[in-house]
């Protein structure tokens, strides 16, 4: 698994776990999509 940090409008809201074999833009999409995350996130993978 993988962490992602989750933002909007520059301040951190949420952390999520994702399959390592995911990039940054399907992450996106999927909260954005499927888990109803406003449209405008941003997201970073955690180190």
Request: with cysteine; aromatic share 10%.
């Amino acid at each position: 698994m993988q962490a992602w940090d989750v933002y909007q409008n520059g301040q951190l809201i949420d952390t999520v776990f994702f399959d390592i074999m995911c990039d940054a833009e399907e992450v996106r999409k999927s909260l954005v999509n499927h888990d109803g995350y406003p449209s405008d996130i941003t997201v970073e993978e955690v180190e």
